[in-house]
Structures are given as C-alpha cells and as structure tokens.
C-alpha cells in the first residue's frame, strides 16, 4: 500500500492486560486517525492524532506520532474484553483529501 | 441524532445481477463517502463526494460500479453484473468539511453483500 498500513495481524490477550499497535505510513500526512470496528459494525473514530502533535489522549487511549519516522501507535491500558475489535490507522494527504486506511489489527480480549 | 443509515444490510446474488445500495448520511454533512471492505481488511475507498459533486471517483470501477448523490442528501451506490470479486462490505461515511483536513467520518454499518 502506498499509504498507511499495519501488518495485518491478530492479537489475544487476557483482560487486564496492556496493549500496543503500530502503523507505518510511506507519505506525508497532516493527521493520523485510529478507528475501531466491532463485529457487525462500523468503524469508528476512537482517537485523533495531528501532525503537530506528539501525543495524544484520552481515557485508557493513547496514541503517539512520529513524523519522521512516518509511524504511529495506538496503546490501550487495562484492557476490557468490550476493547474486542478490529483497529485501523487512517492516514491523509493534503494533497488527496481522503482518508486511507491500513489493514487493520485484530484485538482479542479474553475475559 | 440518527447516525449514517445504509440499506439493504445484507444482499446475496449470483453471478452478473445487479444491486443498489442506498445511504442517508448524518444531516448538515455536505461530505459522502463509499468504501469497500472485503473481508479481513480496511475500508478502501471507492468515491466520495461533496455536496452532489464527486470529488474523487478514480477507484471507482466504472464499467460496473456506479454512485450518484443527485441532491446532495442521499446516496445510491450501484453495481452492475456483480463478480464474485465484488464479495465485500459496502460502507457509507459522512462528516463535514470545513476547509481544513479530512474531520472525523461517521460510518454506518454497511451493507454485505455475498457474490455466489
């Protein structure tokens, strides 16, 4: 992909429990978006990263933005099993004015 | 405040049918979006639109998908002699643009749709 991605991968933790994703972007952009998408749902806007930031929270989220390494992460603490979804980084150009969005991370929370 | 509305949630076809899916974005967002997501993947956009204009279409498959936003409210999305390629979730976005980057999209809960 020439725009933001993650390697598609799936992650099973126990409740309680800490956890860590990351994305790779190739371009430039102006924000970094992290959507969850739950079974049957779908995706939506958890955290909001800009590019003049370097972090960001809210609640037990955390997301982080290195723009010169062209990647962000996405930490979640205390892990719920409600935290069960599917996570995707969206990243945009300017220049396009859309959102692309990477593969996704497969989150399994086991209560 | 209704959220994105998408129908039909679930469409199964055969080989070189047609379907249409129909989106009611949120009300007051001049900007819509359509985006496929086959399974165990991330949406990938097809086109979007602002206001009735399309903006970007260029992933579009045009000799068979087509999308229109005729009044700038509601959307229909359209395939035509459905491939079992096009075995996919169909996912409509809306948000509002105000001039600066792309803001938050709102989504609905998409429309799957089986190719047999």
């Known amino acids: 992909s020439q725009w933001g991605e993650e390697n598609l991968q799936a992650l099973s933790i126990q409740e309680g429990e800490d956890v860590t994703m990351n994305c790779s972007y190739k371009?430039?952009?102006?924000?970094v978006q992290w959507y969850r998408q739950k079974s049957g749902k779908g995706p939506a806007l958890i955290i909001l990263?800009?590019?003049?930031?370097r972090e960001k929270r809210s609640g037990r989220l955390r997301a982080t933005l290195d723009t010169s390494s062209q990647s962000s992460s996405l930490s979640i603490t205390g892990t719920l099993a409600t935290d069960t979804a599917v996570y995707f980084c969206?990243?945009?150009?300017?220049?396009?004015?859309?959102?692309?969005f990477g593969a996704g991370t497969q989150l399994i929370v086991i209560p | 405040e209704a959220g994105v509305t998408q129908s039909p949630r679930y469409a199964v076809l055969q080989e070189g049918q047609a379907v249409s899916f129909w989106c009611d974005p949120i009300?007051?967002?001049?900007?819509l979006y359509w985006y496929q997501q086959p399974r165990d993947q991330g949406p990938q956009l097809l086109v979007y639109?602002?206001?009735?204009?399309?903006?970007?279409n260029s992933q579009l498959p045009s000799d068979r998908f087509s999308a229109v936003r005729p009044k700038g409210t509601n959307s229909t999305l359209k395939i035509q002699s459905a491939k079992q390629g096009d075995t996919a979730t169909y996912l409509c976005?809306?948000?509002?643009?105000?001039?600066?980057?792309?803001?938050?999209?709102?989504f609905g809960e998409g429309s799957k749709l089986t190719v047999l």
């Open positions: 976005a809306s948000s509002f643009y105000w001039g600066g980057n792309t803001g938050q999209l709102y």
């Open positions: 371009t430039y952009t102006t924000v």
């Open positions: 990263i800009r590019s003049n930031e």
């Open positions: 969206a990243t945009e150009s300017s220049a396009l004015g859309r959102l692309h």
């Open positions: 009300s007051g967002h001049d900007t």
């Open positions: 639109f602002r206001d009735e204009a399309v903006i970007d």
